[in-house]
């Protein structure tokens, strides 16, 4: 069993006019052949736009993108808005060329990529509204939850604590865990907001509000070792 303390402030830092992005792995010219992923788990980017600033068109295939908006409002080709207490999936299946920009406010989400189980397959993509619950997860993605995601035994979950407050994380051979706001103990680690947790071994750990926070957590049912690195293959940010 394995817990791998990730700061925040330590992430793969890309900077341009209107966006920073905080990568969680290896990306681009980030390249950290020790820090590749985690299980399907190729890419966690949290991004700050400006109004208006984003990704323009750009291509993806055989990845699956989660997305999450923490504020503001994600603009998703020019026809969609992607807002708080939404979750979206894009299989990019063969191939699918999109955009994404923050619509007239400043704009914080999040953005996870996992390895599909098969590669090709017609592009989907699907929103769902979601009420993340106070002290208990929420599923958000993968079995039992709003929306699938094509990795077998893949799940997104999300909770809500107040200070004081007590939740484990689910049990499984890999937890990613992503202090998303505010802030808590893990496994009486001190973990603020933009700080991550990997867990491997089905290790239980018990996290602890230090003040009101916001917790994503992906787990992965099976262990997988991809080896590639997100930033070098056609897959695009």
């Known amino acids: 069993m394995g817990i791998d303390v990730r700061r925040g402030s330590e992430r793969f830092l890309t900077s341009s006019p209107g966006r920073v992005t905080r990568h969680s792995f290896s990306f681009g010219p980030h390249y950290d052949p020790e820090n590749l992923g985690f299980g399907p788990l190729v890419c966690h980017d949290d991004h700050t736009l400006d109004p208006g600033a984003g990704f323009p068109d750009h291509r993806h295939s055989d990845v699956e993108i989660v997305t999450w908006v923490v504020r503001g409002a994600l603009s998703h080709d020019g026809s969609s808005l992607l807002r708080p207490g939404q979750v979206a999936v ?114 239980s750990v018990e996290v602890v509000g230090a003040e009101e926070a916001l917790l994503l957590a992906w787990s992965f049912a099976a262990p997988m070792s991809f080896g590639v690195d997100a930033g070098r293959t056609h897959l695009a940010d």
Do not use: I, K, N
């Open 90 to 203: 894009q299989s990019a299946g063969s191939g699918v060329v999109h955009s994404e920009r923050a619509a007239g406010v400043p704009t914080r989400f999040l953005q996870a990529w996992l390895r599909p189980d098969a590669p090709g397959g017609a592009p989907v993509r699907d929103v769902a509204d979601v009420a993340v619950a106070a002290g208990r997860w929420t599923p958000l993605v993968g079995p039992d939850a709003p929306l699938a995601v094509g990795v077998a035994g893949a799940a997104l979950a999300g909770v809500r604590l107040e200070r004081g407050r007590r939740v484990r994380l689910p049990v499984a051979p890999l937890v990613h865990l992503h202090v998303t706001t505010g802030a808590v103990t893990a496994d009486e680690e001190p973990l603020a907001e933009g700080d991550a947790l990997r867990v491997s071994g089905g290790a």
